[in-house]
């Protein structure tokens, strides 16, 4: 009739717990579930990236042959083709929309990048070019001058090296 957690001491001595040895394969066990776990999100993520790239290339492909019949002259209940009055549809263009916007600005970050990869690349050989022709030149005048070819300008100090 009393709570377990009441009772004295003396009752939990008679129940002796049972104690295991570790398992030196938990830690194995447990990366395993981790990584497993993980692989399964990332497919998961990936096909509703897909799913979703398609219901936008779908989205688009419909609204460039409303435009294009538009263009053509041809009367488009616009409002019916696009859903326009649909919760739901209007839902649908609203997160199309804002996924070509966040690529949009992805690729334009990602092409701003390069472009100023190139020009280091570009500033850096130019600043190599530019060391080569100074030392080559250095070296014709230092040729010129002396006439010797010893490396040394003309009136200048011996520098030693140790």
Same mark, same amino acid.
């Given at each position: 009739?009393?709570?377990?957690?009441?009772?004295?001491?003396?009752?939990?001595?008679?129940?002796?717990?049972?104690?295991?040895? !570790?398992?030196?394969?938990?830690?194995?066990?447990?990366?395993?579930?981790?990584?497993?776990?993980?692989?399964?999100?990332?497919?998961?993520?990936?096909?509703?990236?897909?799913?979703?790239?398609?219901?936008? =290339?779908?989205?688009?492909?419909? #609204?460039?042959?409303?435009?294009?019949?538009?263009?053509?002259? *041809? *009367?488009? @209940?616009? %409002?019916?083709?696009?859903? /326009?009055?649909?919760?739901? /549809?209007?839902?649908? !263009?609203?997160?199309?929309?804002?996924?070509? *916007?966040?690529? @949009?600005?992805?690729?334009?970050?990602?092409?701003?990048?390069?472009?100023?990869?190139?020009?280091?690349?570009?500033?850096?050989?130019?600043?190599?070019?530019?060391?080569? #022709?100074? %030392?080559?030149?250095?070296? =014709? =005048?230092?040729?010129?001058?002396?006439?010797?070819?010893?490396?040394?300008?003309?009136?200048?100090?011996?520098?030693?090296?140790?």
């Amino acid at each position: 009739m009393i709570p377990r957690s009441l009772r004295s001491s003396n009752a939990q001595s008679s129940h002796k717990k049972v104690t295991r040895e !570790w398992n030196p394969a938990t830690p194995f066990i447990f990366l395993a579930i981790l990584v497993g776990s993980n692989a399964i999100n990332l497919i998961a993520l990936r096909n509703e990236m897909l799913a979703f790239s398609r219901k936008t =290339d779908a989205k688009l492909g419909l #609204l460039r042959e409303v435009v294009q019949r538009i263009k053509d002259g *041809e *009367e488009v @209940d616009v %409002k019916r083709l696009l859903g /326009t009055g649909d919760e739901k /549809t209007e839902k649908e !263009w609203e997160d199309v929309m804002q996924e070509l *916007e966040e690529t @949009d600005m992805l690729a334009e970050g990602r092409r701003k990048r390069e472009m100023k990869r190139l020009q280091k690349a570009r500033e850096k050989e130019e600043a190599v070019a530019a060391d080569e #022709l100074r %030392k080559k030149k250095g070296l =014709d =005048d230092v040729q010129g001058e002396s006439g010797k070819g010893s490396g040394e300008k003309a009136g200048s100090r011996s520098k030693f090296i140790m």
